[in-house]
């Protein structure tokens, strides 16, 4: 399972892009052919971080459970 957020996070958008940080770089991370979530997990946690303190917040991805392809 990907989570955008743990439980006490609130998540951050990208008001340009029409998504929030998590699928803005989850969907880039698989356009750039991370097949499987361990792979994309790994690219999109360091940029929604950082995405996610530009505004002030903190936002950690979680990813839990086996890895899986897409």
């Known amino acids: 399972m990907l989570s955008a957020a743990s439980g006490d996070e609130i998540t951050a958008t990208i008001p340009d892009q029409g998504h929030g940080a998590f699928t803005y770089h989850l969907l880039k991370a698989i356009g750039a ?13 360091p940029r929604v971080q950082d995405e996610a303190r530009r ?3 903190e ?3 979680l990813l839990l459970g086996d890895d899986a392809t897409f």
């Open 33 to 45: 052919g991370k097949t499987s979530a361990k792979a994309a997990y790994a690219e999109l946690k």
């Open 55 to 57: 505004q002030n917040r």
């Open 59 to 61: 936002q950690t991805p």
